[in-house]
């Protein structure tokens, strides 16, 4: 869907500019650090540091994936999607 609105999706980090411009979404810090996260998961082999993100991801990350989910439900037409359970 993106990709079909002229955005930039080879990499998370103009992908979250350009949803931040457009409302998509709307708390920067959270998602900055998520995408910091991301990155950091991507490229450790630490488990204690990806415990912590995971743990993030339930504590921190849902409520706004979550808001994101319900905003593009809505420009859907208000046809159901199911990304989270």
């Given amino acids: 869907m993106l990709h079909y609105k002229g955005y930039d999706i080879s990499s998370l980090k103009p992908v979250l500019?350009?949803?931040l411009q457009d409302g998509y979404i709307t708390d920067e810090l959270q998602w900055r650090r998520l995408q910091r996260h991301r990155n950091l998961i991507t490229?450790?082999?630490n488990s204690e540091t990806a415990e912590e993100i995971a743990e993030n991801i339930v504590t921190d990350y849902y409520e706004i994936?979550?808001?994101l989910a319900?905003?593009?439900e809505?420009?859907?037409g208000g046809k159901q999607i199911?990304?989270?359970t």
Wanted: proline fraction near 0%; charged fraction near 40%; aromatic fraction near 12%.
């Fill in 74 to 76: 809505e420009e859907r």
């Fill in 65 to 67: 994936l979550q808001k």
């Fill in 43 to 45: 490229h450790t082999y």
């Fill in 70 to 72: 319900l905003r593009l």
């Fill in 82 to 84: 199911k990304i989270f």
């Fill in 17 to 19: 500019e350009q949803a």
